[in-house]
């Protein structure tokens, strides 16, 4: 099993959950975050002054899924995430050693 843990603009969200659904993963854990990249923030203007902010808002999702799913994952969201301008995000995958469901005691693929 892996662990997909994507870094995405907020506004792609709805774009690659539905694709996510209609290959198949069922679930999935969003988060609203903040950080920054090699973009290192922007400045904006508010009343006439102008300040930086260090810190963009962000989605993460994060998957744990069979590993014979990874490819189609990763290439998902890579398409649906993709706008071409800088701080389209990342994807980190990591190995899974065990998945237990606290409701039923399932382990392993069973518990996804």
């Given at each position: 099993m892996k662990k997909i843990e994507a870094i995405i603009k907020p506004f792609k969200l709805d774009e690659v959950k539905d694709e996510l659904n209609s290959i198949g993963i069922m679930g999935m854990t969003v988060s609203e975050i903040k950080g920054y990249g090699r973009q290192k923030g922007h400045t904006e203007l508010y009343r006439g002054a102008e300040y930086a902010?260090?810190?963009?808002?962000?989605?993460?999702?994060?998957?744990?899924?069979?590993?014979?799913?990874?490819?189609?994952?990763?290439?998902?969201?890579?398409?649906?995430?993709?706008?071409?301008?800088?701080?389209?995000?990342?994807?980190?995958i990591s190995n899974m050693d065990e998945v237990i469901r606290i409701r039923t005691g399932e382990k392993g693929k069973d518990a996804i």
């Amino acid at each position: 099993m892996k662990k997909i843990e994507a870094i995405i603009k907020p506004f792609k969200l709805d774009e690659v959950k539905d694709e996510l659904n209609s290959i198949g993963i069922m679930g999935m854990t969003v988060s609203e975050i903040k950080g920054y990249g090699r973009q290192k923030g922007h400045t904006e203007l508010y009343r006439g002054a102008e300040y930086a902010v260090d810190f963009l808002p962000k989605i993460k999702i994060e998957l744990i899924i069979e590993d014979n799913l990874v490819n189609d994952v990763v290439e998902t969201i890579k398409s649906k995430a993709h706008t071409g301008r800088i701080g389209d995000g990342k994807i980190f995958i990591s190995n899974m050693d065990e998945v237990i469901r606290i409701r039923t005691g399932e382990k392993g693929k069973d518990a996804i």
